[in-house]
């Protein structure tokens, strides 16, 4: 029996290879500076077992050791590894190697929706009877769980832009070498490792020229900067969609989103009437029907699978619901996803309720203060709207969002945070949490709190 060991195992990229290696007879181990429920709690009853920090005797008996993207020179167990020569290689490349051969890759990149989408996909292949793996940086609650080796030759791979390991700076994606390839979106992120957006276009192309000619490209008719991206060069037929001239439209018959009707080639192929809202996830929809309609799922059978897709853990999130006031939970981390997250509950909600959106400015991105410009303007759709301003941010929160105005608050505590939605919420209100961290637990201790204010 092979034996692995992953540093920086508690992810939830590096979790979903543990799970895949196990399910694939490999004896796995991993360490972690922060193993804690529910990530260890999940590990630990797939037979894995957890050490915590990075001391160099974690590393004895392994065969090769998969290295996270947040490990660094420095840690004693890179510094062990490099210095007694052991085998080493980062995640994409490993699932490349030892998974990902001989698949049919479905990979889905792009600055937002890579989670849904993939989820949705996953879903619809399912359903269709495909049994296929994936490896999703998310939990679907259709399988509550991130990632599994699968029963077919088909593989979905939700495809990060972000860089594989401290020796590999290339984008994870360059490694999985898909045959149907969707490209939602391009923006600017992730300013820690790409200098601008001509920098991440550069990463996409690269994706683009690993397509074989008889694969397919998907992409979203409505981003300039993909669509400047893919014509850097392309070998590969391309498919568009949620555009006027696409070949995937969708006919709102819900103007939330909820409900549908799938147009292929300006022809009816299919109705939409699902839990999820916004036109967001009307296009992440669209997508993932392209797709499985490349492997053979009409698109009607694809449609029809939706009303049974359930959405997916931390993808507005309907977390809990006291006294008519609901508290969801979303990753939205990008001004634009913080937009399409707070208009799709505006639609949802119409005129039932304010919305009060509650960020964290967590993502090395927005701490470094590169979307200052933007996030206002994201946020405007909200009622209310209350900052969290974390130690050591280098830049001015209140004077980016001109939070003396009327609805806006920065707090430099979560506690005070909470007592100041307890104070204030009313029947009725939607409080939105985005963070693309846990928040310190905002979630469970606002509606504890809120619970508490209804007995008092």
Known sequence: MKHIHILGICGTFMAGIAVIAKQMGYKVTGSDANVYPPMSTFLIQEGIELMHGYDESHLKGADCIVVGNAMKRGNPAIEAMLNQGLCYTSGPEWLADHVLQGKWVLAVAGTHGKTTTSSILTWILDAAGYKPGFLIGGIPNNFNLSARIGESEFFVMEADEYDCA?????????????????LNNLEFDHADIFPDVAAIQKQFHHLIRTVPGQGLLIENELEPHLTAAIEMGYWTPREKFAGPNSTWQAQLLAAD??????????????????????????????????????????????????SQFTGVKRRLELRGQVEGVRVYDDFAHHPTAIETTLNGIKNQVKQSGRIWAVLEPRSNTMRMGQHTDSLRKSLRIADKVTIFEPAGLNWNIAEAVQAKSEGFMVMDSVDKIIASVVAEAQTGDNIVIMSNGGFENIHNRLLQALKERAVA
Request: aromatic content about 10%.
């Open 166 to 182: 401290f020796f590999d700076k290339r984008s994870k994606f360059v490694h999985y070498r898909p045959r149907t390839l969707v």
């Open 257 to 306: 989103g909820s409900h549908f009707i799938v147009l292929h080639h300006g022809k009816t192929s299919g109705e939409v009437k699902w839990n999820c809202v916004g036109m967001h996830n009307v296009n992440n929809a669209l997508a993932a029907i392209a797709a499985a309609y490349h492997v053979g799922v009409k698109p009607d059978i694809a449609a029809k699978s939706l």
